[in-house]
C-alpha cells in the first residue's frame, strides 16, 4: 500500500512563500510519476504540479495558474518531493494533496493515490 506523509502547509499573507514535502517509500518514488493536487471548498481537485518518474528527463507539468510561481522538485535520496510556492495569492488557498501516478505524469485522471492533504492559507 502506497503511504504519503505531507508536511509544510500553513498561514501565509498574500505575497509569501511556502515549500510542501512529501515523503514516501523508494519502490514508489522510483517507480511512479508523482504530482501535486490541490483542492479549494467547493470545487474540483485539480492537477497543480507533476514530475516525471526518476529515471526519465524529469519533464515537469504545472497548470497555466501557478506557472512561474510554483516549482516541483524531488530529492531522490530521500525518496521526498517538493512543492515550492511562491508569491502566493488567496486564489491559492486549498488543501494540497501530493500524489502518484499510475501512467502519464500529467493527467489527472491517471492518479490513483493521495495523502492525507496538508492546509495551505493565504491571507490578503
Known amino acids: 500500500q502506497v503511504q504519503l506523509v505531507e508536511s509544510g502547509g500553513g498561514l501565509v499573507q498574500a505575497g509569501g512563500s511556502l515549500k510542501l514535502s512529501c515523503t514516501t517509500d523508494s519502490h514508489t518514488f522510483s517507480t511512479y510519476p508523482m504530482g501535486w493536487f490541490r483542492q479549494a471548498p467547493g470545487k474540483e481537485r485539480e492537477l497543480v504540479a507533476a514530475?516525471?518518474?526518476?529515471?526519465?528527463?524529469?519533464?515537469?507539468y504545472y497548470a497555466d495558474s501557478v506557472k512561474g510561481r510554483f516549482t516541483i522538485s524531488r530529492h531522490n535520496a530521500k525518496y521526498t518531493l517538493f512543492l515550492q510556492m511562491n508569491s502566493l495569492q488567496p486564489e491559492d488557498q486549498a488543501v494540497y494533496y501530493c500524489?502518484?501516478?499510475?501512467?502519464?505524469?500529467?493527467?489527472?485522471?491517471?492518479?490513483?493515490?493521495w495523502g492525507q492533504g496538508t492546509q495551505v492559507t493565504v491571507s490578503s
Open positions: 514530475i516525471n518518474i526518476l529515471w526519465s528527463d524529469g519533464r515537469t
Open positions: 500524489a502518484v501516478g499510475g501512467g502519464r505524469y500529467d493527467v489527472a485522471e491517471d492518479y490513483n493515490y
